[in-house]
């Protein structure tokens, strides 16, 4: 079993920052891979960011050179998102896929007003 627990998102102007947290307990390792993703209203599902150990960190293009990931020893996954825009708006979630079976935490809302 894996408990994600996401925080750090709130309301922002367009062109602000914030910084999402994902602490991570139970099964995991540093092996397991750890991603940030985001729903807006309406939509699918979408991958932001993902984060392996050993390997260059993967962004999707809307967010390339505005966020960055990192993940610390104790399976903490931050996501620092700077140059926000009103597109960003969505609640955040983090996700991990440990032996097969994929984990999300409740996820944080990130608002940015124009």
């Known amino acids: 079993q894996v408990q994600l627990v996401e925080s750090g998102g709130g309301l922002v102007e367009a062109g602000g920052s914030l910084t999402l947290s994902c602490a991570a307990s139970g099964s995991i390792s540093s092996g397991n891979v750890m991603g940030w993703y985001r729903q807006a209203p309406g939509k699918q599902r979408d991958l932001v960011a993902l984060?392996?150990?050993?390997?260059?960190a993967h962004y999707t293009d809307s967010v390339k050179g505005r966020f960055t990931i990192s993940r610390d020893a104790h399976n903490t996954l931050s996501l620092q998102m700077n140059s926000l825009k009103p597109e960003d708006t969505a609640v955040y979630y983090c996700g991990t896929n440990v032996r097969g079976v994929t984990y999300w935490g409740p996820g944080t809302q990130v608002t940015v007003s124009s």
């Open positions: 984060h392996a150990s050993g390997s260059a």
